[in-house]
């Protein structure tokens, strides 16, 4: 939190945890339930094997998961 988003404060570090845990929390949701809908509803494409279609769910489901974590902490824990 200091080098990414220059936060000196030292108060409310317990509203800022759980909001932390909140964001975080919502990020594995956000990514496991992208990879169980790509991976199951979603066939291979390019004529891909069942498992490399897996690992680009998890590719796609970890960047997409990537972003929201940083927006959540950017605008809402880490705020100024």
Do not use: C, H, M
């Not at 972003?67 to 100024?80: A, T």
């Amino acid at each position: 939190k200091f080098w990414a988003f220059k936060d000196q404060t030292g108060s409310e570090q317990g509203k800022k945890f759980a909001s932390f845990i909140g964001i975080s929390i919502v990020g594995a949701v956000i990514n496991t339930s992208i990879v169980r809908f790509v991976s199951t509803n979603i066939d291979p494409v390019f004529g891909w094997s069942a498992p490399l279609w897996l690992n680009v769910a998890k590719a796609l489901a970890t960047g997409i998961s990537l972003i929201w974590n940083f927006i959540g902490y950017k605008l809402v824990v880490f705020k100024k």
